[in-house]
């Protein structure tokens, strides 16, 4: 049994088709990435996924348990990092805890312990305001940890940043992967993101959005940068392009 | 032009922005002294700066006293005008039926002349402190109210979403989100209601009371005591100045957050 699934799910916005028949599935501690152009109808799976919307048809699956259209069971991490302005990092990153109604400083205690994995040491007591992009998505992907340490849907985490911190925060991102074995499924349109930090790929396109194919990732020394300039790598890449192509002209 | 004069122009410049205001009115004071001394105007009329503040000094238990009244009403108004702002705000953003159906009446309650309806409030709820309290939240809670509902309304759906998507109630929503993001913009309000509700008390006491600021002034007016009736006036600004002033106290403790986004840009 897969620890997250979906199961043929449609969607309509007045009348129009826009995801058909998605089935996908995660095991625990996999991450798996979901690729396709802008417009798509990524984030709407994940507005299902998340439980925020409900599917016209189909079903969510958590640990085998029907969580369809039922929010607060996986966290969610939406394209903007939304963090509170008014709050410090510190208590934004507590927020799942203290909604939750821990008191707040037992919150902040819990949450200051992982500001460290999190690359944030030191950035409790400051205002999101004053951090950089990497910073605020870093806290933000705190914040979401902090709601489920089992379960993450991560809408493009990386996509607003530049190319240099982008580089770093992937590998920062596999680093915890590995850490905590956090079970994960990210949006992203940037081919080399998806092959660099998935074990498995689901290529989305057409229209309505279906899914064109499956992939897995699975090489050795594939943490490490040297791989994306490889051979495989690039094989790899080239049959995403090839599923995307013939969809297209399907 | 070298650099070091472009530096002293520079300060010039700058200290005439910071000083011009307080000059301006020293200038206006100054003309003031100059027209009742040379008596442009006859003494009784413009009576000297001077001579109001001998007024001030004479009657200062007196108007201590009214003032206290008229406070006293102001921060009740107030008190339920703020009351009155939340809960129609909460409401308004929750539904909106209930939006469309209360906002017409909202519009109305502003372009009543406040002066018309003072009267009839005295008439229907007495001399004592009623009628003046409701004048001042019918005057006070609509520039909060709308504060409020336009801070609720720019709060970001993603937000929401977020939160809903935590597991948060609508009343965590509310709390958490929606009222810390609405503060600025009711503080705003605010302000602008504290400067109302002082002025509102004096009008609503001119029409009928035995107690506060309005009923000295048409008692001095009545018997041409301009003197005292300038100094009564200026009470009055001044009363409204620490109000304002207050708010701003809580406005900077509100929004800290912002200001150290400005101190990071520099």
């Not at chain 1, 396109?205 to 690039?234: H, K, N």
């Not at chain 2, 002293?8 to 009742?36: C, E, I, M, Q, Y």
């Not at chain 2, 519009?107 to 004592?128: D, E, K, R």
């Not at chain 2, 977020?162 to 609405?182: C, T």
């Amino acid at each position: 049994m897969a620890f997250f699934a979906a199961r043929e799910i449609d969607k309509r916005y007045g009348g129009n088709l826009i995801v058909e028949n998605i089935s996908l599935s995660v095991e625990k501690g996999e991450s798996a990435a979901l690729l396709g152009v802008s417009g798509i109808g990524k984030t709407t799976l994940f507005n299902i996924f998340s439980g925020l919307e409900r599917p016209d048809h189909g079903q969510v699956l958590l640990e085998g348990n029907d969580v369809t259209g039922r929010t607060g069971q996986v966290g969610y991490m939406q394209q903007k990092d939304l963090l509170l302005p008014y709050l410090k990092i510190i208590d934004n990153v507590a927020l799942p805890l203290t909604l939750r109604g821990i008191k707040k400083k037992e919150a902040r205690m819990e949450a200051s312990g992982h500001l460290e994995q999190f690359g944030l040491t030191g950035y409790g007591d400051k205002y999101p305001a004053q951090l950089s992009g990497g910073m605020r998505q870093r806290a933000a992907l705190l914040r979401t940890f902090l709601f489920s340490g089992r379960m993450l849907l991560l809408d493009e985490p990386f996509s607003a940043l530049d190319a240099i911190t982008k580089t770093e925060l992937h590998g920062w991102y596999l680093r915890l992967l590995e850490e905590t074995r956090i079970t994960t499924i990210f949006i992203t349109h940037d081919i080399d993101e998806a092959i660099f930090l998935s074990d498995k790929i689901y290529v989305l396109s057409g229209r309505p959005g279906r899914i064109a194919g499956e992939l897995r990732v699975d090489f050795p020394r594939r943490r490490e940068l040297e791989f994306t300039m490889s051979p495989e790598f690039i094989a790899c890449k080239k049959k995403i392009l090839r599923l995307i192509a013939e969809k297209n002209e399907a | 032009m070298t650099k070091r004069s472009q530096n002293t122009t520079d300060r010039a410049k700058r200290l005439l922005h910071k000083s011009v205001g307080p000059l301006f009115l020293l200038a206006l004071l100054g003309l003031w002294a100059l027209a009742s001394h040379f008596k442009w105007l006859p003494a009784f009329m413009l009576p000297s700066p001077g001579k109001v503040v001998q007024a001030f000094v004479k009657d200062f238990p007196l108007l201590m006293r009214h003032a206290g009244t008229s406070l006293l009403e102001s921060l009740w108004g107030l008190l339920i005008s703020v009351s009155l702002a939340f809960v129609l705000a909460v409401l308004m953003d929750g539904s909106k039926l209930i939006r469309r159906a209360i906002s017409p009446l909202l519009v109305l309650t502003q372009t009543v002349p406040t002066i018309a309806i003072a009267p009839l409030l005295v008439l229907w709820l007495g001399y004592g402190i009623a009628p003046k309290v409701v004048l001042i939240v019918i005057v006070c809670f609509f520039p909060m109210a709308i504060g409020l509902l336009g801070g609720f309304g720019a709060v970001d759906a993603d937000l929401c979403r977020l939160f809903v998507s935590m597991g948060a109630s609508r009343r965590q929503i509310l709390w958490r989100v929606k009222l810390p993001s609405a503060m600025p913009s009711f503080i705003a309000g605010l302000k602008i209601a504290v400067s109302y509700a002082i002025v509102g008390a004096v009008v609503a006491e001119w029409l009928g009371g035995n107690q506060g600021l309005g009923v000295y002034m048409t008692r001095v007016q009545k018997s041409y005591g301009f003197d005292k009736m300038f100094a009564v006036i200026i009470l009055v600004s001044v009363i409204s100045l620490v109000l304002i002033k207050l708010v701003e106290l809580l406005e900077k403790r509100c929004t800290r957050w912002a200001r150290v986004r400005e101190e990071n840009q520099n």
